[in-house]
C-alpha cells in the first residue's frame, strides 16, 4: 500500500488514497489512545449481537453493521490494537465502487 494524501484532526481520525490490489482506494481511519482491544474481544468483535457494554447499553450490533455495509461495497473493515496504547480501525473502500455509486445516484457515500 502506497499512501497518497493524509488529512488529520487532532490525530484521531484521517482520510487517505491508497494503492492497493492494483487500483486506487479511500481509507478512512478512526483511532483512539486508550487501553486498546484485549485478545478475547478481538476474536469476536464483528460478531452480531457481541458487546462487552453492560446489559441495556449497547446491542453490539454497530461494529458489525458496519463491517457488512462495507463489504457490500466491495471493501474491508479492520484494526489494529496495542493493548495499553489504543486501537485504529481502518475502512477501506475500492475508488470504483465510489464511482459507480456516485453514477446511481447515491451521492451519500
Do not use: C, N
Request: glycine residues 12%; without cysteine.
Amino acid at each position: 500500500m502506497k499512501s497518497a494524501f493524509a488529512l488529520r484532526d487532532e490525530d484521531s481520525a484521517a482520510t487517505f488514497r491508497i494503492d492497493k490490489d492494483g487500483g486506487p482506494w479511500l481509507r478512512m481511519t478512526v483511532e483512539d489512545h486508550g487501553a486498546g482491544i484485549p485478545a478475547p474481544v478481538r476474536e469476536r468483535i464483528f460478531d452480531p449481537f457481541y458487546t462487552t457494554k453492560p446489559a441495556g447499553m449497547g446491542t453490539g450490533l454497530g461494529l458489525s453493521i458496519s463491517h457488512g455495509i462495507v463489504k457490500d461495497h466491495g471493501g474491508e473493515l479492520h484494526f489494529e490494537t496495542e493493548p495499553g496504547h489504543g486501537t485504529r480501525f481502518h475502512v477501506d473502500l475500492p475508488v470504483a465502487a465510489l464511482t459507480q455509486a456516485s453514477r446511481a445516484g447515491r451521492d451519500w457515500l
